[in-house]
RNA sequence: CGGGGCGUAGCGUAACGGCUAACGCACUUGGUUUGGGACCAAGGGACUCCGGGUUCGAAUCCCGGCGCCCCGACCA
């Protein structure tokens, strides 16, 4: 990709409505922008990001059998009320002009059981397991922190079911290692804990997956010793401790809930009346879990874990670009040159974003750093009168010069 | 939904109740520049959030909305 030719710009001073990290250095690097509190557009720039997030997921959800699905948004009223949630308040509600009435998904049991009650009748077909990575709509009193509280937001969901209880559980564990997978890929695993969190409507206690960050909501008390943490909201009379392994001496932190896991047992196959035929032919309840992970708060999540006071640093896995491309100086040796990697990298099918703008030199350091691509490579007459480029990493700062002519070995292809 | 703060060009800001709403960034044109947000010159861009009121006169004062941010409450 061509820079000059890349919608969206960076810009050098944030926004003052708002305040939050992640929403600051996203909006100045030209990843997002905003539309309303909690509602943003994905430009180009944050759009490659998410989907390499949603990619990684989507290779874990795989890994563990997950089938890939994708469930409307708009919802019909009279499933909410099967299971008693129309009412609320999370839901958001559309009238039409002919008085119909329609719900915006916050999440998906509602229609997923349905589905799964229309085409599965035998034990012989279990246990299986859908997602999807869709936009939810929650409506939020107060959205909040940039992309990390919206009131529409991206977001994996995965149900699995089951017609033994232990066959949930050993699923559930399942799951819960892939998520640490994920963690581990996109960069924040060693800020990321199990956390234990109350079980809503559905059982005694969740997993949460809560990740250490100034800008979260939750608190949580860490057990370095299990490497578990417990949510405030289920600690009882002031007094927490590890739920494994009755430690007192915890951790407090702030951080963000970035995962939530949940054992639902029939609290949904129940009101759906989703049965099937055990071995003796016998109607059965279906056991369910979900397992949500939030995509574009996970984007958020990364970069208030990884950046400095001249913008994002992108682990690789995530980075919009493999490699950026910086070109000083018009000379003609200079664009020559800058081209010829800039094709080589294309052919090689290396992604690499070629900042060709005549700005300054300044102008273009600057927004290397704010788009926070993990290698930057300069090309200018200086370099050129070694035969080099100089090679610098924006995580270490590191810098090296290197021929052209080994520029293959920096890109590891 | 309670409490607080704030709404002026795409972004950041300025303007005593009084001249044509000012400046920096960004943008356009021309020129000089090119290793950490360059310089000169000439431009374009604003229903000062909306609606009412007070006044000879309102960006400025008053009332009512709406929006944004923060703290609560609530929550993935």
């Not at 246990?127 to 909040?144: C, H, S, V």
Request: hydrophobic share 35%; aromatic share 10%.
């Amino acid at each position: 990709m061509k820079q000059s030719k890349l919608f969206g710009k960076t810009i050098r001073e944030a926004p003052k409505d708002e305040p939050s990290k992640n929403a600051q250095l996203l909006i100045r690097g030209g990843f997002v922008d905003k539309v309303m509190a909690g509602v943003y557009t994905y430009l180009p720039l944050g759009l490659i990001t998410l989907r390499k997030i949603e990619n990684i997921i989507r290779e874990e959800m795989n890994a563990i059998g997950g089938q890939e699905i994708l469930m409307p948004a708009l919802q019909n009223k009279k499933d909410w009320e099967t299971t008693g949630r129309w009412d609320i308040d999370v839901m958001m509600k559309i009238k039409t002009s002919y008085d119909k009435e329609f719900g915006l998904g916050w999440t998906h049991e509602e229609v997923v059981t349905p589905l799964a009650k229309k085409y599965i009748k035998s034990y012989k077909e279990f246990p299986f397991y859908l997602y999807q990575i869709q936009n939810k709509f929650r409506n939020e009193p107060r959205a909040k922190s940039g992309i990390l509280r919206g009131r529409e937001f991206s977001m994996k969901d995965l149900y699995s079911f089951h017609t033994s209880e232990e066959d949930l559980n050993k699923y559930y564990e399942i799951a819960k290692d892939a998520y640490f997978k994920i963690f581990d890929r996109v960069g924040i695993k060693d800020k990321t804990y199990l956390t234990y969190a109350s079980g809503g409507d559905f059982s005694k206690y969740s997993h949460e997956f809560q990740t250490i960050t100034s800008a979260g909501e939750d608190t949580i008390y860490i057990c370095d010793k299990c490497e578990v943490a417990v949510n405030e909201e289920i600690v009882e009379n002031n007094q927490p401790e590890c739920p494994e392994c009755r430690n007192k001496k915890l951790r407090k932190e702030k951080a963000i809930e970035t995962g939530n896991i949940f054992k639902l047992k029939d609290r949904f196959s129940r009101p759906f009346n989703f049965k099937y035929l055990d071995q003796n032919g016998k109607e059965q309840l279906v056991l369910m879990g979900c397992y949500g992970l939030g995509s574009s708060r996970l984007l958020g999540t990364i970069v208030e874990l990884h950046n400095d006071e001249n913008g994002i640093i992108w682990p690789e896995s995530v980075a919009p670009f493999a490699v950026h491309l910086i070109k000083i100086g018009k000379s003609e040796e200079v664009n020559k040159q800058a081209e010829e990697i800039y094709r080589n990298c294309l052919d090689k099918n290396i992604e690499i974003l070629f900042d060709d703008c005549d700005e300054s030199a300044g102008v273009k350091f600057k927004d290397a750093d704010l788009i926070g691509i993990p290698t930057r490579i300069l090309i200018s007459e200086k370099t050129l009168s070694n035969n080099c480029v100089e090679v610098k990493r924006r995580e270490s700062g590191e810098v090296e010069m290197v021929k052209i002519s080994e520029i293959a070995k920096v890109l590891n292809c």
